[in-house]
């Protein structure tokens, strides 16, 4: 042979300079993520001695009265579920309040998919929906899964150690999904209202776009939800049962849908004068969700928000509501990925502006609570003096829960996890503001200002995603359980 070379002392010579090359990178690179490793063990061991320090064990079992509605959730990947129905994606993104043709939706889905935001619509058009509903049933890897705000956050308080009142109508086969610690107050009906779940991973492609994060873009064309038809039924039940929290969530499902004249406002104000009746004890929580009517968001300011004393929402939700409280227009789309400051900061303003609003206002009550839910980070803020307790294992146990739920398991493995929060952050973007440091054995970040208690926890990011939908709502209220 040329250069008298032996062919397989070539190939033994490759694969002896091979594994050391592995080897090599192997040796440089195990230190840090040795490193990383230790850093998620620590973090996660912390949130979870932070969130014990509570024992529920010792307590009652709280009662918590929570409306309205529910559904089933028909989850998909939404690129194909697109892709089967033969959708092409849109050179033309575009927000629409209400999607009504094929075109509409691809521009809908095109606007929120690459920045990976989360967005919810009323269809319209029912040949459409039922396309949608019997495609997702072929399709491979769909699941079903209860959902509504209202029906999973019941789930949840239940699964944490609560007795539950749901209002909402459900199908015989729905309630039995249902913990044996939630009951009913509504009529039950034949075919429940269906959401379906367009769900895609971080990086997932459809046509040019690619998403930045993991996320869901859900559909539905509700009968029963909008109208909250289960509020006369669960309004009988909620003196008899003497909750120590009221919740109410679900309102979203009214945005956009075809209501006759003068339906909504009567149902709003039927739903005020609910929450006017409970007595001033009771805490009374508002879960927000993606609103993009803004006649709906200018009733809610005036009927709900008002007169309930703790509000959770999402880093989308938040600037919409900030910027209607400030006479601005609906926030369709925000960061989806904001800093710790630009949020307290807009928490700051959302706190001060609806103690404001809430002065002299005829059986409005103090918002003492606010809770934002965020992909890297929770924070909580409560009024000092305030019924609201265990804010630090609260906001731990609502950190360790969005992992939970995002990665289906009740036990959270570091390996599938990542921390996306700053080493550090500032309190505020306010030129100065102090800078705190997350501290892997004491993650949880809590401190003073003004009239009230702030903290912030990291999310260990969950990495191999089972669902996002459902989410804001399980952390929400896991958040609430070690608070009443």
Request: charged content about 20%; some cysteine; overall charge negative.
């Amino acid at each position: 042979m040329a250069n008298g070379r032996n062919p397989s002392s070539l190939v033994r010579y490759g694969t002896v300079v091979s594994v050391l090359v592995v080897l090599l990178a192997l040796w440089y690179r195990s230190p840090v993520q040795n490193s990383l490793d230790q850093r998620l063990d620590t973090v996660l061991t912390s949130l979870l001695r932070a969130e014990s320090k509570v024992d529920t064990d010792s307590f009652r079992r709280p009662k918590v009265a929570i409306g309205f509605g529910g559904c089933v959730d028909i989850i998909v990947d939404g690129v194909k579920l697109l892709n089967e129905i033969g959708l092409k994606p849109s050179k033309t993104p575009f927000h629409h309040d209400c999607i009504e043709s094929r075109e509409q939706l691809s521009q809908s889905f095109a606007y929120f998919f690459p920045p990976g935001a989360a967005s919810e619509r009323f269809l319209s058009n029912d040949t459409l929906f039922n396309e949608l509903v019997e495609a997702s049933r072929g399709l491979h890897g769909n699941r079903w899964a209860l959902g509504g705000n209202a029906a999973v956050m019941a789930n949840r308080l239940a699964s944490e150690g609560c007795d539950v009142l749901l209002g909402g109508r459900f199908s015989p086969e729905v309630t039995e999904v249902l913990s044996v610690h939630v009951t009913v107050a509504g009529k039950p009906v034949e075919d429940p209202d269906i959401h379906l779940i367009l769900e895609y991973p971080t990086g997932a492609k459809w046509g040019e776009y690619v998403s930045r994060r993991a996320n869901r873009y859900i559909v539905h064309s509700d009968d029963h939800n909008p109208l909250l038809d289960s509020l006369e039924d669960f309004e009988e039940q909620l003196q008899s049962f003497r909750p120590d929290l009221l919740v109410i969530g679900g309102l979203q499902m009214m945005d956009n849908f075809p209501f006759e004249k003068g339906v909504r406002e009567a149902r709003l104000e039927h739903l005020n004068a609910l929450m006017l009746s409970v007595d001033e004890v009771t805490g009374v929580h508002f879960e927000m969700a993606s609103f993009v009517d803004k006649e709906l968001m200018q009733a809610l300011l005036s009927r709900v928000v008002p007169y309930a004393s703790s509000l959770g929402m999402n880093e989308q939700e938040l600037p919409n509501l900030l910027s209607l409280l400030k006479g601005g227009n609906v926030t369709v789309l925000s960061d989806p990925n904001p800093r710790v400051a630009t949020v307290l900061d807009q928490m700051r303003e959302l706190y001060r502006l609806l103690s404001t609003e809430r002065r002299g206002q005829a059986g409005g009550r103090r918002l003492t609570r606010l809770h934002v839910h965020t992909l890297a980070f929770q924070a909580i803020i409560v009024t000092t003096g305030s019924p609201w307790k265990n804010t630090m294992s609260a906001t731990a146990k609502a950190s360790l829960t969005a992992n939970r739920h995002v990665c289906g398991s009740p036990d959270i493995n570091p390996s599938k996890a990542k921390l996306i929060m700053d080493d550090s952050f500032s309190i505020s973007r306010q030129e100065g503001s102090q800078r705190m440091p997350l501290l892997e054995t004491k993650p949880v970040t809590c401190w003073e200002e003004a009239d009230y208690e702030v903290c912030v926890a990291p999310v260990l990011v969950c990495t191999d995603v089972y669902q996002t939908a459902g989410g804001g709502d399980n952390v929400s209220a896991a958040g609430l359980v070690l608070q009443i």
